[in-house]
């Protein structure tokens, strides 16, 4: 069974602060997708990562895929009051049972203004 | 186009009673996935089908089952209920097994007592 850890697992920052989430796993990833979600609603994909190294990033935030994809970041650069959520990581492995997807714990990000 | 839909938005059950869930996939979409979600923690896979046929089953009991129908809808179904059955059911829908677009619906609140 594979795992996977998100942390912090509770995070609560200024408005205009930086941070880091990150996401690590004993196994190899085939890849790896950051989601957010907000109360009473379903995750929302925010970006897919394939590639060991790769870099993506979306306005304010910067995915980063761990060379050995075995680990993920999520920076947010000048946090806002709308980047509260839950964000979280959900990887994808080789082998048997490779189309489910497996989903960390999640972060729960509060932004205060 | 709508998202997914999924229904009821919410649902009281009393312990040993059945519920049955209900998703619409997007347009097109053939594959639907299954996801419990307990409050704090990150959803948790349950069942996924393509094409009307089962291709994947997470660790749940036999009284969890499921089924898709011609119009790539989707029912979850859950015997016998326990109050540890309460949580958010998420239904994520992609276009097939191979494609990492899932889109998720707003999930069932579904509470046992």
């Known amino acids: 069974t594979q795992l996977l850890e998100q942390s912090p697992q509770f995070l609560s920052i200024q408005e205009g602060e930086n941070l880091t989430v990150y996401c690590n796993s004993s196994s190899v990833f085939s890849s790896l997708q950051w989601y957010r979600q907000e109360p009473g609603e379903g995750p929302v994909l925010l970006v897919t990562v394939v590639t060991g190294g790769e870099v993506k990033k979306l306005k304010r935030l910067t995915f980063q895929f761990g060379d050995a994809r075995k680990d993920s970041s999520l920076h947010i650069t000048a946090a806002q009051p709308g980047d509260t959520g839950l964000y979280l990581c959900?990887?994808?492995?080789?082998?048997?049972?490779?189309?489910?997807?497996?989903f960390g714990k999640g972060t729960k990000l509060s932004v205060i203004p | 186009d709508a998202g997914v839909t999924q229904s009821p938005t919410h649902l009281i059950k009393t312990r040993g009673q059945h519920v049955t869930l209900r998703c619409s996939p997007i347009s097109g979409h053939k594959s639907v996935s299954w996801y419990q979600q307990v409050l704090g923690q990150g959803p948790q896979f349950i069942f996924q089908y393509y094409e009307k046929e089962e291709r994947g089953r997470g660790n749940f009991p036999d009284r969890f089952s499921a089924r898709q129908f011609p119009n790539y809808s989707s029912e979850l179904n859950v015997n016998a209920l326990l109050l540890g059955d309460s949580a958010l059911y998420l239904c994520a829908s992609s276009l097939g097994l191979q494609v990492w677009g899932y889109t998720f619906g707003s999930g069932t609140r579904l509470t046992v007592v």
């Open positions: 959900v990887a994808r492995y080789s082998g048997a049972g490779s189309y489910q997807l497996t």
